[in-house]
């Protein structure tokens, strides 16, 4: 089984600040994790994967995570957030087992203030 | 040019109607999916077609019924329509034969039933 723990349903982060997301995931075989971006009344758009390649995976707008086994963690970061950060992040996992569903966290909203 | 399309964008109903939205994707995938986002934004998996075969079908009510015609295309009906099916529906597509795993989503079908 699979699952995935996003800490902290809300984040406010000043424009220029650190954003700082968590995702920690469960997993009884090497997952391939993903964090999504949603914007208000869109879809979910791809920022970036890990997919047992490197452990720092970069990403889309300015976006990377890391891949801590240890830590089962995949936090996304991104050095100086922008008023257009703001928008809802999915952490998912998936297992290579055929079945492919995304199982996703529950999100954080990011907020940026200015 | 876009990926993955769905229709309609909203949808309101009232309560015992059937309905049906429709996914197309233009990528080429041979794997289709369908969402559910509750009210929480919580995303979890209904439906997955690979090849326009039924690979995944989680807990939902046979009031819903999927529906591939080919593999760019993954319909959803709804029958006998509920105040809790109110959420909003995402499509989603992926190649089955990748390393990436990741999927590509719809811009969502917001159903509210009154």
């Known amino acids: 089984a699979q699952s995935v723990t996003q800490l902290g349903s809300h984040v406010s982060v000043s424009e220029g600040a650190l954003v700082l997301l968590r995702c920690n995931y469960s997993s009884s075989v090497p997952p391939y994790l993903f964090w999504y971006v949603q914007y208000p009344n869109q879809g979910l758009q791809l920022l970036l994967k890990y997919t047992s390649a490197a452990t720092l995976v970069k990403g889309i707008n300015g976006f990377e995570a890391e891949f801590k086994k240890s830590e089962t963690s995949f936090h996304l970061t991104k050095p100086s957030a922008h008023m257009s950060d703001a928008a809802e992040y999915f952490c998912?996992?998936?297992?290579?087992?055929?079945?492919?569903?995304?199982?996703f966290g529950s999100g954080t909203r990011l907020q940026v203030q200015p | 040019d876009t990926a993955v399309s769905q229709t309609p964008k909203y949808l309101v109903t009232q309560m015992g109607n059937d309905k049906s939205i429709k996914c197309e994707q233009n990528l080429g995938h041979d794997t289709m999916y369908w969402y559910k986002q509750d009210s929480k934004k919580f995303l979890k998996i209904m439906f997955s077609y690979n090849n326009k075969e039924l690979i995944i079908n989680e807990t939902v009510p046979n009031r819903f019924s999927p529906k591939s015609p080919d593999k760019a295309h993954l319909n959803l009906h709804i029958n006998s329509l509920e105040l809790g099916d109110s959420a909003v529906y995402f499509c989603?597509?992926?190649?089955?034969?990748?390393?990436?795993?990741?999927?590509?989503f719809g811009p969502g079908t917001r159903l509210t039933v009154t």
């Open positions: 989603a597509s992926s190649p089955y034969r990748t390393s990436g795993y990741e999927q590509y």
């Open positions: 998912a996992v998936t297992m290579d087992t055929g079945r492919r569903a995304l199982t």
